[in-house]
């Protein structure tokens, strides 16, 4: 089993930045996959940014590319999603995710274990 807590959720203004944080616990942080996934009201959960476990490839929504920064710290069992210029269109509650997938993986089925989700709020 993995834990994951996320953090670092809010309130902002249009082109205000936020890091949110995930923290791992249980099995060994190193062995997954890392991916942020979103979801706003009466939409379906979506793929936003990934980091595979092997050697650190990411990948990114095109909505969010250019903008936001995927990035994990194995020492601290953590990873990072840094959104930078953000959009009211960015407003969802956030999801962290672990796959036990060697290549990185961006649908959500394919994840194995989930956060809680921290709420992202962007005023206009």
């Known amino acids: 089993q993995v834990q994951l807590v996320e953090s670092g959720g809010g309130l902002v203004q249009a082109g205000d930045s936020l890091r949110l944080s995930c923290t791992a616990s249980?099995?060994?942080?190193?062995?997954?996959?890392m991916g942020w996934f979103r979801q706003a009201p009466g939409e379906e959960r979506e793929f936003v940014a990934a980091?595979?476990?092997?050697?650190?490839?990411?990948s990114y929504a095109d909505s969010v590319k250019g903008r936001f920064t995927i990035s994990r710290d194995t020492a601290r069992n953590t990873v990072y999603l840094q959104m930078n210029s953000l959009k009211p269109e960015d407003t969802a509650v956030y999801y962290c995710?672990?796959?036990?997938?060697?290549?990185?993986?961006?649908?959500?089925?394919?994840?194995?274990?989930w956060g809680q989700g921290t709420q992202v709020t962007v005023s206009s």
């Open positions: 249980g099995r060994k942080f190193s062995r997954y996959g």
């Open positions: 980091i595979g476990r092997i050697d650190g490839s990411t």
């Open positions: 995710a672990a796959t036990a997938a060697i290549t990185v993986v961006t649908t959500p089925g394919l994840y194995d274990y």
